[in-house]
């Protein structure tokens, strides 16, 4: 999920600060549904720890990665 959300630190989904909090979200939702899919265990707390981490992940990168 990190070399995901890694590459995708420019892309723009919306203009303003909520950006990263967006593509956080969504990059995390979909790293976590393949992984959800593509497991033997229906996982549903993984799910939503994926999301939220995807979500930490974009604001921590963002905020700390261009320095």
């Given at each position: 999920?990190?070399?995901?959300?890694?590459?995708?630190?420019?892309?723009?989904?919306?203009?303003?600060?909520?950006?990263?909090v967006i593509?956080?979200?969504?990059?995390?939702?979909?790293?976590?549904?393949?992984?959800?899919?593509?497991?033997?265990?229906?996982?549903?707390?993984?799910?939503?720890?994926?999301?939220?981490?995807?979500?930490?992940?974009?604001?921590?990168?963002?905020?700390?990665?261009?320095?």
């Open positions: 999920m990190s070399l995901v959300i890694g590459l995708a630190g420019r892309m723009v989904l919306v203009d303003g600060k909520l950006n990263p593509r956080g979200l969504l990059l995390g939702t979909v790293v976590s549904f393949a992984t959800l899919l593509g497991g033997k265990f229906f996982d549903p707390m993984g799910f939503f720890a994926g999301v939220a981490y995807g979500l930490i992940i974009d604001l921590t990168a963002t905020r700390f990665g261009d320095r």
